[in-house]
């Protein structure tokens, strides 16, 4: 299984955050996770084998709030457009 998670750079969170998000980002790579980090992500997602998505509002490093909302997809070609967007690639257009 790989599991590729996008997240912002730890000095994003607030500093009360920094530590956790620190350890969680740690433990995931030591787990096998990819962990890859930008500046400007704009959603939150993360891809499980190239095919399974989970896409909504809820941050997964830090606290969860009461309207967050997470949907699981499986699709390829969402899961391809979604990494090569925050890639900064050019995504090849849905079929």
């Known amino acids: 299984m790989s599991l590729i998670l996008w997240t912002l750079p730890t000095s994003a969170y ?19 996770a ?3 980090e930008g500046d400007q992500l ?10 399974l998505v989970w896409y909504g509002s809820m941050n ?17 070609v969402l899961a391809r457009e979604l990494l090569n967007m925050v ?7 849905a079929t």
């Open 14 to 32: 607030a500093a009360y955050q920094q530590k956790a998000i620190e350890e969680m980002k740690q433990a995931l790579r030591e787990a096998g």
């Open 60 to 76: 997964f490093l830090s606290q969860e709030k009461e309207d967050d909302i997470l949907m699981r997809l499986r699709s390829e």
């Open 42 to 51: 704009a959603c939150h997602f993360a891809v499980v084998d190239e095919e």
């Open 34 to 36: 990819e962990v890859r």
């Open 87 to 93: 890639a900064g690639e050019a995504a090849e257009p």
